[in-house]
């Protein structure tokens, strides 16, 4: 599932190098998809020995260069809080002068970016820095999507060719990349990666375990998904979907693991008042949890109902941890995530009646044996372990040049 490139054998690409540098707009205590994955890849290029540190704007707060767990951090201070383009433009200026005084960091990997920080592109070239963007999310970070914007697009696109290459985390991105003059070569399809020292197909004490601790009994059939709770997570279509599941087995459980659980939110409340007024019960929403590893381990099937992905990286997670995984199909992404594995399904239908359908099969045809290989294989494809390699070639192959 990801870039064919030569690894090399032992020295990494910061040890014969130079240092590597992952650029982050947000940073924790602020949290998403793309600051996650770069600290996931960060942690096992240090494993190799790499050089990792991390920069990232500071809104109104101080520069600062700080620790983040292993990593060097440097905040840089953009002085406000405001998601203004003002903000953005001054977070693009302060990247060209960390560049000029910082150069031990060879690599600049961008994990993801607003559109301004492409106008630091042909400067970091000129610096002889090698530029990396990953894109994140089709309609905001792709190529197309910028260079569509009103006032800026030309200038944008003026700056694609300064970028070394360009990381897709889908089909559906590289295409979008492509269709705006960016040459296939220089766009790399490469899968978001997994723990999997985390997110492993668990012993039977473990599902014990977990089980005991959400209080739930042995078999019953325990469904999962992940993501905030919002339109476009899909959560209207899988519970109305659980609604059938839940005729055929009325003990089955649903697990919806994800901040945005509170009366505050407008389509919580209307979630509730929906299964309030259908009497739909066993759903439970969890909120946002830092131990989700743990979690799944007490689950047998993982649904996933979005509306819109870059990627879809719980999908991954559940297929490590050997959990039957049904899909709505995003066109170009799920379908290429999900392939052809066992207990695994992505399907075109939206209906939640056939979606229902296709979860009690999956819950009904899953073995141990069946989900072992389904663990395999996603390990094989999506380990943090197997990204790390593509990268470590990445970085090793741009620096050579």
Not at 56 to 84: K, M, W
Not at 252 to 276: E, R, S, T, Y
Not at 383 to 391: K, L, W
Request: glycine content about 8%; overall charge neutral; some cysteine.
């Amino acid at each position: 599932m990801s870039a064919s490139l030569t690894t090399e054998s032992q020295a990494t690409a910061s040890a014969a190098h130079g240092a590597i540098l992952m650029v982050c707009f947000t940073f924790p205590p602020e949290f998403g998809g793309a600051i996650v994955q770069a600290l996931r890849l960060g942690a096992e290029l240090q494993t190799r020995g790499c050089e990792v540190a991390f920069l990232a704007d500071n809104g109104d707060g101080p520069d600062g260069d700080l620790r983040h767990e292993s990593f060097d951090l440097y905040r840089r201070r953009t002085f406000t809080a405001a998601r203004s383009n003002l903000r953005k433009l001054i977070w693009t200026l302060r990247i060209v002068l960390f560049a000029l005084a910082h150069p031990k960091f060879r690599v600049f990997h961008f994990h993801s970016v607003q559109g301004p920080e492409l106008l630091a592109m042909p400067v970091l070239k000129w610096l002889g820095r090698k530029t990396i963007v990953k894109l994140t999310l089709a309609e905001s970070d792709d190529p197309a999507t910028l260079t569509n914007r009103r006032l800026m697009g030309r200038l944008y696109r003026a700056c694609l060719g300064s970028v070394h290459r360009y990381i897709a985390i889908s089909p559906s991105l590289k295409r979008m990349a492509c269709s705006v003059g960016v040459a296939p070569e220089r766009v790399l399809l490469v899968a978001n990666g997994v723990e999997t020292d985390r997110y492993y197909l668990p012993m039977p004490d473990e599902v014990a375990k977990a089980r005991r601790a959400l209080d739930i009994p042995d078999g019953v059939p325990v469904l999962a998904t992940i993501g905030a709770v919002e339109h476009r997570k899909g959560y209207d279509l899988l519970i109305a979907a659980f609604e059938t599941i839940r005729r055929e087995r009325p003990d089955a459980v649903l697990l919806i693991i994800g901040p945005g659980n509170d009366d505050k939110n407008p389509f919580h409340v209307q979630l509730q008042q929906f299964m309030k007024d259908r009497g739909i019960g066993g759903v439970r929403f969890l909120g946002r949890r830092d131990d989700i590893h743990d979690i799944l381990r007490a689950v047998d099937l993982f649904a996933f109902c979005s509306r819109q992905e870059g990627f879809g990286t719980a999908i991954v997670e559940a297929m490590c941890a050997g959990l039957a995984v049904a899909v709505m199909d995003i066109p170009e992404i799920t379908g290429w995530i999900v392939g052809d594995r066992p207990d695994a399904v992505n399907t075109p239908s939206r209906d939640p009646e056939e979606f229902a359908r296709l979860c009690l099969h999956l819950l009904a045809q899953r073995t141990p044996a069946s989900s072992a290989a389904l663990a395999e294989s996603a390990r094989q494809d999506f380990g943090m372990s197997a990204i790390g390699n593509t990268y470590e070639a990445l970085y090793a192959e741009l620096c050579r040049a």
